[in-house]
């Protein structure tokens, strides 16, 4: 089966950094996605790991560690439009040929002045 | 480029009525998947399909239908709506294979009274 957990809610400053932490047990592993999602909005793609180690994306980084089932997102200089729900999502290895990814809650982040 | 459309966006069913969400991708994507988004589950998939012709059932499948009659199309059905299944129903699309995820559609809203 499947477990994610993640923070229901963190609040940061606009400027800083903020790490959003994810810990996961999937069958079968095959990867680790991070979405953000806008109030109202559909998710859309931030970042992919599969193998363990830092993933850099301008302002957005994400680690791995499958040995650990452990990942986080890291958002530096945060601005007022990152306020928003981020998704943790592992993908688990194809069985019946699909691609599933199992998603999180997610994360509701609220960037203050 | 559209990417994943889904129509309608919102919709208003009365208890037992049947309706059918519409999505479109014109990314020549193989699976297709629909979920279901409710306030404190996260996205739960309803059914998915790897392919024209073929469909599984994901995690919560009761009470909904689906159909893949072409591969750019993938249809989510419900004959006798429920007041359980008001909720927000995202398309999605993806390769099968590789770093790319999923796209999502912009979703739809439906409320059953």
């Known amino acids: 089966g499947q477990n994610i957990d993640q923070p229901t809610e963190m609040t940061a400053t606009e400027g800083a950094i903020v790490q959003i932490n994810c810990t996961y047990q999937?069958?079968?592993?095959?990867?680790l996605f991070w979405y953000q999602q806008h109030a109202g909005e559909a998710p859309t793609f931030l970042s992919y790991n599969v193998l363990d180690g830092l993933e850099e994306k301008g302002r957005f980084s994400s680690f791995l560690s499958r040995s650990k089932g452990y990942s986080y997102l890291l958002l530096k200089e945060l601005q007022m439009k990152d306020s928003a729900s981020y998704l943790c999502a592992p993908r688990r290895a194809p069985q019946t040929g699909a691609n599933n990814l199992f998603f999180g809650t997610g994360t509701r982040l609220t960037v203050i002045p | 480029n559209a990417g994943v459309t889904q129509t309608p966006k919102f919709r208003v069913l009365k208890t037992g009525q049947s309706m059918t969400l519409l999505c479109a991708q014109d990314m020549n994507h193989e699976y297709m998947y629909w979920y279901r988004q409710d306030p404190g589950m996260g996205l739960r998939l309803i059914h998915y399909?790897?392919?024209?012709?073929?469909?599984a059932k994901g995690e919560v499948p009761d009470g909904y239908n689906v159909s893949r009659l072409k591969k750019q199309n993938f249809l989510l059905g419900l004959e006798s709506a429920a007041p359980s299944q008001t909720s927000v129903y995202f398309c999605?699309?993806?390769?099968?294979?590789?770093?790319?995820?999923?796209?999502f559609g912009s979703g739809t809203r439906l409320t059953v009274v």
């Open positions: 999937t069958s079968g592993f095959n990867g």
């Open positions: 999605a699309s993806s390769y099968s294979r590789g770093p790319t995820g999923y796209t």
């Open positions: 399909s790897v392919g024209e012709g073929t469909t």
